[in-house]
């Protein structure tokens, strides 16, 4: 069974960064692709940075430039590293694993199978 657990969330003032972690156990695929995604009160979930296993990435516009998605295979864990953060951020962050190639969809929601349960992000002016 694959689980996705975050961490690394929390409260900060603008301009200031954060790094979040996120714990993948259960997977043996050799083909995936993770992302992350936050969800803000009222909104839409929406993608945020996503990687396949190929190591191709994308980004939201709102985010690019800012924030850096990366991997470490050997602790099976993604992070997001956030900087430059505005109150615009501020969301519930979650990220999500599927089995096989992602590419133009990697950043959508529905492409992804398994979730992690989220970890808050807020950014004050």
């Known amino acids: 069974q694959v689980q996705l657990v975050e961490s690394g969330g929390g409260s900060v003032q603008g301009g200031g960064s954060l790094r979040l972690s996120c714990a993948v156990s259960?997977?043996?695929?050799?083909?995936?692709?993770l992302g992350w995604f936050r969800q803000a009160p009222g909104r839409e979930r929406e993608g945020v940075a996503a990687?396949?296993?190929?190591?191709?990435?994308s980004y939201a516009d709102s985010v690019e430039g800012r924030f850096t998605i990366s991997q470490d295979n050997a602790k099976n864990t993604l992070y997001l590293e956030m900087n430059s953060l505005k109150p615009e951020d501020t969301a519930n962050y979650y990220c999500?694993?599927?089995?096989?190639?992602?590419?133009?969809?990697?950043?959508?929601?529905?492409?992804?199978?398994?979730w992690g349960h989220g970890t808050q992000v807020t950014v004050s002016s």
């Open positions: 990687i396949d296993s190929d190591g191709s990435i």
């Open positions: 999500a694993a599927q089995v096989g190639y992602g590419g133009e969809r990697r950043l959508l929601a529905g492409a992804y199978k398994y």
């Open positions: 259960g997977y043996a695929y050799v083909s995936y692709f």
